[in-house]
């Protein structure tokens, strides 16, 4: 079972990675309100809640959002479920809901190896982008 502290790093450096891909240019669009902010105003989103360990770090669950429908909206679920489907299509995004109920139980060396890999997608992200 993977500790609080390896899975605190994970979902710092997953979340960072999912806002610096959405990015463009220093800006990105909203997934739930479409809304073009500055990158600083970019949460890392879950369309399924982070509480589900088998969808917490995969990358068609976590997009740029905006802080106000993350953190003031409750998620802007409505708008994020419109966004998976012309994204994704239903037919994922109803697997992506039977997803989460599978069990997943992460190890501190498996989150490790996620660490260091999703560093060094940061690292070339913030190379090509700021």
């Known amino acids: 079972m993977a500790s609080k502290k390896m899975i605190a790093k994970m979902d710092y450096i997953f979340k960072r990675y999912c806002r610096l891909r959405d990015t463009k240019n220093g800006y990105f669009k909203c997934c739930s309100c479409g809304q073009t902010k500055p990158y600083a105003q970019a949460d890392g ?3 399924i809640n982070c509480r589900w360990m088998s969808t917490r770090w995969r990358e068609d669950n976590v997009h740029a959002q905006c802080s106000s429908c993350n953190r003031f909206d409750e998620g802007n679920a409505a708008g994020y479920a419109m966004f998976m489907i012309r994204k994704y299509g239903q037919e994922h995004v109803d697997y992506l809901l039977a997803l989460k109920n599978e ?15 999703y560093k060094e997608k940061v690292k070339k992200l913030e190379n090509n982008k700021f």
């Open 103 to 117: 069990p997943a139980h992460w190890t501190d060396f498996e989150l490790e190896l996620l660490i260091k890999e």
């Open 45 to 47: 989103g879950h369309f």
